[in-house]
């Protein structure tokens, strides 16, 4: 019995116990023997000391057979969660420019609940970079950062999310194609565009250095000045205030390194 659920198995590689309830059945019939029930079936297949299941192989790079690894799930974001308090998820991203065969790209963070925001153009793109900026720039923040959410983009593997690990800052995965699931981050890049970057766009791919300071500068008016309507008017400096009296000493501090310049 055991030897032809494992043909079956090794046939249609993991059939299921449901499956192999419907196969198995005749092949029973045919020898008289009780066929076993469906959850006897999982029982059987989950005793086995490899759990019957066939394991695809693929050849590397010297030509020897490598055991496929199963991917593991990337953590998602909760349907309907929406944060609660500062610090509680942050979104980040990055925007990509182009001017002729130059490229130029613009990371960016975003408080969901405070609406606290901070960007960076950088000239190219990989997780060490996007890793320097996130280290920068969470000493910017007002309060510890307790979850971050990303596309699934090459950037925000490797270091990046080895930092976040080491850090205990838990990780979230947008599904692939669904940008809505990273709405507020998405909705700050359009601001961005739309403010700053298309009035600046010669400056990102001829002065670099100037681009960024001049981001600082907007960055400051955008946390500290702008009013958001999801903020009721407020700005995201007096949302953290008024949720945290305690970041009175951070604002200031922030102010006396210049805004967000710390880290250029």
């Not at 490899?50 to 593991?72: E, F």
């Not at 002729?100 to 990371?107: D, N, P, S, T, W």
């Not at 009013?227 to 205030?241: D, F, G, N, R, S």
């Amino acid at each position: 019995m055991l030897k032809e659920i494992r043909r079956l198995r090794t046939e249609l590689p993991n059939l299921g116990k449901e499956q192999i309830f419907v196969r198995l059945k005749p092949w029973c019939e045919q020898r008289y023997l009780a066929c076993p029930s469906v959850s006897t079936i999982g029982r059987m297949i989950a005793a086995a000391h490899d759990k019957m299941r066939m394991i695809p192989v693929r050849l590397g790079s010297r030509g020897k057979a490598l055991l496929v690894k199963k991917r593991s799930a990337k953590p998602r974001r909760p349907k309907h969660y929406r944060p609660v308090k500062t610090g509680e998820l942050i979104g980040m991203d990055a925007i990509e420019l182009r001017m002729g065969e130059l490229r130029r790209y613009v990371i960016t963070m975003i408080d969901e609940c405070s609406n606290y925001a901070l960007a960076l153009a950088v000239p190219s793109l990989n997780s060490d970079i996007v890793n320097h900026f996130f280290s920068r720039a969470a000493r910017l923040f007002p309060v510890g950062i307790s979850q971050i959410i990303t596309d699934n983009g090459k950037e925000f593997l490797g270091n990046f999310d080895k930092t976040l690990q080491e850090a205990a800052i838990k990780h979230l995965w947008t599904y692939p194609y669904t940008p809505k699931m990273n709405a507020i981050c998405e909705r700050f890049n359009r601001t961005l565009r739309e403010q700053f970057i298309e009035f600046n766009e010669i400056l990102l791919f001829e002065d670099l250095a100037l681009f960024n300071q001049k981001l600082a500068e907007y960055l400051v008016l955008y946390n500290s000045k702008r009013p958001h309507k999801a903020l009721a008017l407020m700005t995201p400096v007096e949302y953290i205030l008024k949720e945290n009296k305690n970041c009175n000493m951070w604002w200031t501090h922030t102010l006396n390194c210049n805004g967000v310049w710390i880290w250029l």
